[in-house]
């Protein structure tokens, strides 16, 4: 694996004033060379999970290795950034697409291509009330599996009415088996 180095933004000041498309070059570039986009949160459509002002690193990965759940930085076709949770995975003529979501919207977003993905979020950073840092690593086991059920959460009723019909204890023993092989489980 690459050794990634930090690129920042500076937290307190807004980011570059530069065009969308612009932007977008720019961020691919510093994520292309392996370096860690730091980045503040400044949107609402990932509340109550991300709710403003949370400093995420976000890191570029192999597309093949984004799963349902994960939080991806992407381009959209006018061009504008998108920080959204990926709710479902399809190979369409060959290539990756992907349906994202915002954890506080109702739709899902259009399908993002594998080829307008930046990056993948891998640590949440927010300062609490008495001035500490909390820190989530997104990459750990159990933050895949949360994510993992904050995406079904997301996708409504009806996904959740299709899993009670095929066994909800049948389909969550399939996902710890999943984020937990049995060669990395112990049993006394």
């Known amino acids: 694996m690459p050794r990634h180095n930090n690129f920042y933004l500076v937290p307190d000041e807004p980011p570059p004033d530069l065009p969308s498309r612009e932007k977008a070059a720019f961020f691919r570039d ?5 370096l860690s986009l730091r980045v503040r949160v400044t949107g609402y459509s990932m509340a109550p999970f991300l709710n403003g002002g ?4 976000i890191r570029k990965v192999c597309t093949t290795s984004l799963r349902k759940g994960d939080l ?15 709710v479902g995975k399809r190979v369409m003529d060959g290539a990756l697409v992907f349906q994202t979501k915002g954890d506080a919207l109702y739709c899902i977003d259009e ?14 950073e927010s300062t609490l009330s008495d001035g500490r840092v909390s820190r989530i690593e997104m990459e750990s086991g159990i933050w895949r599996v949360i994510n993992y059920f904050q995406a079904i959460a997301g996708l409504g009723r009806s996904k959740i009415t299709t899993l009670s019909r095929r066994g909800l204890p049948s389909h969550f023993g399939r996902i710890i088996r999943r984020f ?9």
């Open 30 to 34: 510093i994520l292309d060379r392996a």
């Open 54 to 57: 949370e400093i995420l690193t």
């Open 72 to 86: 991806i930085f992407c381009v959209t076709r006018d061009s504008s950034m998108l920080l959204h949770r990926i």
């Open 180 to 188: 937990f092989p049995k060669s990395k489980v112990t049993t006394p």
């Open 111 to 124: 399908p993002v291509h594998e080829r307008d993905i930046l990056g993948r979020v891998c640590r949440i």
